[in-house]
């Protein structure tokens, strides 16, 4: 299985500020034949399903803000939210899906 | 609009099987997989399994074969989980997902609400 390993498991960042979670995987995640990168992100807000933001790596699910952004290749992968808003607190997943599924331990992010 | 609707809350004793369902609504059934995503009690996602809602075909996750079975009712648009032999450490919050086709995995544009699963004696 494909391991998907996230850092931090929790930051605590000032409303306004950058904040930025990592992601990285146990192996390539880049597919040779359409060049892209099979990852996809999530955010979680308690006691609601996961919601999509970012599916191949680095393009935004429609209605997303666009303070929301992917990038990455390869087995290395970044979230960035470019200004945190108070809406924005909530536990972020990355995951796989380059071969069957597989998702991060999750980062929870709160404000400071 | 797409929806999936998905069954009540499960109390089942240790031992037991569970069977809960998702009905999707909105778009057509047969273009989108579906799959089973469980959350326990403050813990991450854990993906259970795929089926291709064209051919019915399943995949599951490796540490739950044997205990688990994803089918589906094309008649109703309706997937089902069914889980058997049920512990303790399966309690949690079942989620079905709609799967977006990408030529290899899936990832998920539409949950359903949820369902809790809670196995005690």
């Known amino acids: 299985d494909i391991v998907m390993t996230q850092s931090p498991d929790s930051l605590a960042v000032s409303l306004g500020e950058r904040v930025t979670i990592s992601c990285k995987s146990s192996?390539?995640?880049?597919?040779?034949?359409?060049?892209?990168?099979?990852v996809a992100w999530y955010q979680q807000k308690p006691g609601q399903p996961p919601k999509l933001l970012i599916y191949w790596a680095s393009t935004r699910e429609s209605g997303v803000p666009d303070r929301f952004s992917g990038s990455g290749s390869g087995t290395d992968f970044t979230l960035t939210i470019s200004s945190l808003q108070a809406e924005d607190v909530a536990i972020y997943y990355c995951?796989?899906?380059?071969?069957?599924?597989?998702f991060g331990q999750g980062t929870k992010l709160e404000i400071k | 609009q797409v929806q999936l609707v998905q069954s009540g809350t499960e109390v089942k004793k240790p031992g037991a099987s569970v069977k809960v369902s998702c009905k999707a609504s909105g778009y057509p059934f047969s273009s989108y997989g579906i799959s089973w995503v469980r959350q326990a009690p403050g813990q991450g996602l854990e993906w259970m399994g795929w089926?291709?809602?064209?051919?019915?075909?399943?995949n599951y996750a490796q540490r739950l074969q044997g205990r688990v079975t994803i089918t589906i009712d094309t008649s109703t648009n309706t997937a089902y989980l069914e889980l058997k032999d049920l512990r303790s450490d399966d309690t949690a919050v079942y989620y079905c997902a709609r799967g977006f086709p990408s030529g290899r995995g899936v990832y998920f544009d539409y949950w359903g609400q949820g369902i809790l699963v809670t196995v005690s004696s």
């Open positions: 995951q796989q899906y380059y071969t069957l599924v597989t």
């Open positions: 089926i291709n809602t064209y051919n019915g075909n399943a």
């Open positions: 192996q390539s995640v880049l597919y040779s034949s359409n060049n892209k990168n099979f």
